[in-house]
């Protein structure tokens, strides 16, 4: 080889294969730490294109005003959008514009997962709905109702009033008790939109803890 200078006993000639031998070994170290380092940003940083799917799925939140318990698309969408913000929370690199999408996506987790608990079917949650605690018939035992946590037993007005079931899923008793109370004045998709944040400038309900624990609810 033209670079193998072992065998050159010319001290110039020598030198100069070294030379380039030296240079051809600098700049393959140059290439793979390029390489390197754009492999790791693309590890690091999920495709542009990715991140706006991800917020368009955002949107798809706002249509989700029913809770379906079996719906695949708000399975799908809560799914999608945890595998996003769990790859910039990998990467160390939040994305501002991720954050109220994720407080939605936490909260509708939150009242899926409480209408596992209370054992509501997707045929107890549709839009005339009532709630099982209030509806004349057999009704739960007192060992059923002491199974559910403390935060989701049912009040004295929730087994009275007649109410729609979604306001048993707040593991905040008197804010059950005031929303029953007020339900008749209350406009839902108001209070929805107002609770999911999803009109600008509004906060909603942040949940932080289990689903079921009302400390975790501000």
């Known amino acids: 080889m033209l670079d193998d200078w072992t065998g050159i006993t010319d001290p110039k000639r020598r030198k100069i294969a070294q030379n380039r031998l030296n240079q051809r070994k600098r700049r393959r170290r140059q290439r793979c730490a390029v390489d390197n380092a754009e492999r790791e940003d693309r590890l690091a940083t999920p495709p542009i294109s990715l991140v706006g799917n991800c917020i368009n799925h955002f949107a798809c939140l706002r249509d989700l005003y029913r809770l379906g318990i079996h719906s695949e698309q708000a399975k799908w969408v809560a799914c999608q959008l945890e595998h996003i913000c769990y790859s910039h929370y990998l990467a160390d690199s939040p994305r501002t514009e991720l954050l109220l999408g994720l407080t939605q996506v936490n909260l509708i987790r939150a009242l899926m997962f409480n209408i596992d608990v209370l054992g509501y079917t997707s045929t107890q949650m549709h839009n005339d709905a009532l709630s099982p605690f209030c509806i004349a018939g057999p009704s739960r035992v007192g060992d059923e109702l002491a199974s559910l946590p403390l935060s989701l037993q049912p009040t004295a007005l929730q087994r009275s009033t007649p109410h729609h079931p979604w306001l048993d899923l707040f593991p905040i008793t008197q804010m059950r008790d005031n929303l ?39």
């Open 180 to 218: 029953i109370a007020a339900e008749s004045f209350i406009d839902e998709y108001g209070l929805c939109a107002d609770l999911c944040s999803s009109i600008e400038g509004t906060a909603g309900i942040l949940v932080w803890k289990d689903p079921w624990d009302p400390s975790g609810w501000e």
